[in-house]
């Protein structure tokens, strides 16, 4: 049996985790920083400092908690990548130092191929299968083929999906993380009510466009003067457009799996925005794949699904050097 310990930073999030092979969390310890929510957005600067703060007393107190010692550990995992590289640096530098000093292994973690990976560690899904990885950084469709080998068949041009949520919430004076809000105004809305352009549907491939919408909802919003039930009906019409936008690249990604001969039975949906029931629903109504999702609290950023990704790596020895940098911009394809 192996045994983790992984650290994630690449946001806002400062998270560190004891995982093993057995599938058994030992303890799993997160900060989310509220300093963010009052200024709408995240501040690079505040969120590495932040990092730097807790980071240490959090990998201290996971130690304390599950009861091992840094010597009984198989190996150390950090994402390194993509994300905000002041974050990415805190995270790697201290797992590398603790890599050093104890002379484990150390991982380089793709936030991307933790979201994708996660699902692993609670269902018995094989490889290949189909991802929506719908994030607060990311909107992409992946094949994962197996641990490192990814195909991407399409991504966003402009903002993630995550990005649209939370642009969308500012413009309905709703606070930030807005995605939740959204998804529970959306609720007591009629989202047939208005019609935001469903960008890019139709079209083949699986590229995805989401800055016709913010800019529609934008010039709805001035217009309207904008009452309790307005907003509730900008929230379930947003998420009737995003639900449509999502169910015909699904579509569009098992053509090209087909056409290229990759036979898919599964559909992994990942990321925070994979938290939405709502957009879950629709996915699970129209599509006929088996369809697996996280829970939200591992839809959204933690250090579970890294040190997950970590053992899925470390079992295949994919170990990588102690100068290893971070990579702000890392593409799932090249890993
Ligand atoms: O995966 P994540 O925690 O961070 C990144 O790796 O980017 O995703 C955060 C994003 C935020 O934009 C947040 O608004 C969105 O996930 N989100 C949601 C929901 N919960 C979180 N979006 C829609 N509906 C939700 N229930
Ligand atoms: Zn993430």
Redesign the pocket.
């Known amino acids: 049996m192996k045994t983790i310990l992984a650290v994630e930073t690449?946001?806002d999030?400062t998270a560190v985790v004891i995982i093993n092979s057995a599938k058994q969390v030992l303890t799993h310890e997160i900060f989310s920083q509220t300093e963010h929510k009052e200024r709408g957005g995240i501040i690079p600067e505040i969120a590495s400092r932040a990092h730097m703060e807790h980071l240490s007393n959090l990998i201290k107190s996971a130690i304390n908690k599950s009861n091992i010692n840094f010597c009984d550990l198989d190996a150390v995992a950090a994402t390194s990548g993509p994300g905000l590289i002041g974050g990415l640096i805190v995270g790697t530098m201290m797992t590398k130092a603790i890599a050093h000093v104890t002379q484990k292994p150390f991982i380089a973690v793709n936030?991307l191929e933790a979201?994708a990976l996660v699902i692993r560690l609670l269902y018995e899904v094989e490889f290949p299968f189909l991802v929506l990885l719908i994030?607060?950084?990311?909107c992409q469709l992946l094949i994962a083929q197996d641990v490192g080998k990814y195909i991407k068949l399409g991504e966003t041009l402009d903002d993630?999906l995550?990005?649209a949520?939370?642009k969308v919430a500012k413009m309905l004076n709703l606070n930030y993380?807005?995605?939740?809000l959204?998804?529970k105004l959306a609720k007591k809305g009629d989202g047939t009510r208005f019609k935001f352009p469903r960008a890019m549907i139709k079209r083949s491939g699986c590229n995805f466009s989401f800055s016709g919408i913010k800019t529609s909802v934008k010039n709805l919003v001035q217009k309207l003067k904008m009452d309790e039930q307005d907003v509730h009906d900008i929230c379930a019409s947003f998420q009737e457009c995003i639900s449509d936008i999502l169910l015909d690249r699904v579509k569009n990604a098992i053509i090209m799996a087909a056409s290229l001969n990759i036979k898919i039975k599964d559909l992994v949906i990942t990321?925070?925005?994979a938290?939405?029931n709502f957009l879950k629903g629709k996915l699970k109504k129209y599509i006929n794949l088996n369809i697996f999702s996280p829970p939200?609290n591992l839809?959204?950023?933690n250090a579970i699904m890294v040190g997950w990704a970590g053992i899925e790596r470390l079992k295949r020895n994919y170990i990588d050097p102690l100068n290893f940098a971070p990579r702000p911009k890392w593409e799932l394809e090249n890993y």
């Open positions: 690449s946001c999030e936030h979201h994030s607060g950084g990311h993630s995550g990005e949520f939370d993380p807005g995605g939740p959204i998804e990321g925070g925005v938290a939405n939200s839809c959204t950023d």
